[in-house]
């Protein structure tokens, strides 16, 4: 008797309406041994489902990519597992990326097309290394509408996902994880509410496998806080970013214009660890960014663990979020748009903190209310460049150490000390 097993570990699987076609591997000429290259016949395969729209089911194998591949508009590619894995390469469906190396603007390993999708796959770069990385392509990058990557491994991927530059909208991205080294998730040209929910980098993606050219963990560390841009934005309309997180990276979530425009969303209960800034936004639509529930943390040596750039003339408003760590200051805020923090927590103490303010406030708008410093340190500098400031209803520790040097109109009132006076300036304290 053939086991449900049995079947999913040998057979591509073609959905015809409600009717499954089993069709052998072999008659695609697909082998999963890791030493011969299965593109041309994988992507035969996916040819076939195209024809009706379907699921090509890769079993447990090591399936080794030297070209890049197409998925067909509602067609998915699929691996065996539903939940991601890091701990052993070799186990579940792996697919092993030749193809591209030595550039990274190439064509993708896997291109999605309109409602097509990979799902259930490792990927992984044999011949990836460090302290000196090979530049490989996007891993995934996808066009149209309703493309999706869902319960992805991407090992030591060089770009992991990009929807973009191409015009796309209602992307996908789901329980991904892994350890990309340069790029992690990158979203332009989308015209319509993409989602991107339970994805975490992590060096230990890589780091803890049992590949035989796994890094030391100083190079990896070395190498991300320098180089990688985990989450990155350009022109997207309401993207709703959900529950995700990374570590190391030199940017967590980073904010731009490109030539199709630039980001507003809702981004709730995210988080990156130990990043050289967690937060930098170069630029936002109107309608702002929408930052709920956060926890970021600078690493050591970072100057701040937020920035908006002179360039931005947007909204960024953060709620309820907590910032930590031996970064010198929370943030420095300046440019020509709104910055507002309400019910948020800073606890900055790197290296300098007590020679810096926890918010520097350069130019624009800032609104800072209901929020608690807890570090013995200058709290506020409102520059001379800085139109308006609101900064009411806070807790201070010990003191309040605010300068005012704007020559807009800024109110404050309603703010509290711990045990000790109050000590307001209007020179920058010694």
Known sequence: MTTPKAILCSLVVLFVGNVCLATDLARFGIRGDGIHDDSAAIQQALDEAARTGGTVQLGVGR??????????????????WEAPHHAEIGTGTIIEAYAGKGSESGPALITLTQSSAVKGLTFFYPEQKLPEPFAYPW???????????????????????????????LHYIRNCFGCPLKAGVRVDNCTDIG????????????????????????D?????????????????????????????????YKFVKTPKGTVNGNFLGIGADWC?????????????????????????????????????????????CSFWG???????????????????????????????????????????????????????????????????????????????????????????????PTKTTATRPE
């Not at 350009?234 to 940017?251: I, L, P, Q």
């Not at 409102?382 to 209803?393: H, K, R, S, Y």
């Open 63 to 80: 399936y080794r990519l030297d070209k890049p591949i197409r998925v067909p508009q509602g067609v998915t590619l699929a691996g065996v």
């Open 276 to 320: 050289e800034r967690a937060i930098l936004v170069e630029h936002s639509q109107p309608p702002g960014l929408l930052i709920t529930n956060g926890e970021f943390v600078g690493g050591k040596g970072a100057a701040a663990m937020m920035e908006v750039a002179a360039s931005h003339n947007g909204a960024v408003q953060l709620s309820n």
């Open 220 to 252: 990896l560390s070395k190498y991300l806080w320098e180089n990688f841009v985990a989450f990155e934005f350009g022109r997207t309309d309401w993207e709703y970013v959900h529950n995700t997180f990374c570590y190391g990276a030199k940017v967590g």
């Open 326 to 420: 031996p970064a010198d200051a929370i943030a420095i805020v300046a440019g020509k748009g709104m910055t507002s923090f309400n019910q948020c927590l800073f606890r900055n103490h790197g290296d300098n903190f007590k020679n810096v303010y926890t918010i520097e406030a350069r130019s624009g708008d800032l609104m800072v209310t209901g929020c608690r410093f807890g570090m013995d340190s200058p709290d506020i500098r409102i520059g001379p460049d800085v139109d308006t400031a609101v900064i009411t209803g806070n807790w201070f520790f010990r003191s309040q150490e605010i300068v005012n040097e704007s020559n807009g109109v800024v109110q404050m009132g309603f703010n509290v000390t711990g045990n000790r």
């Open 139 to 169: 891993t995934i990058q996808g066009t149209g509408m309703h493309g999706s990557v869902i319960d992805c491994t991407f090992v030591n991927s060089y770009q992991a996902i990009f929807f973009g530059p191409e015009n796309n909208e």
């Open 195 to 218: 989602r991107i929910e339970n994805v975490h980098f992590n060096p230990h993606y890589w780091a803890r496998t049992n590949a035989p050219n796994r890094p030391k963990w100083p």
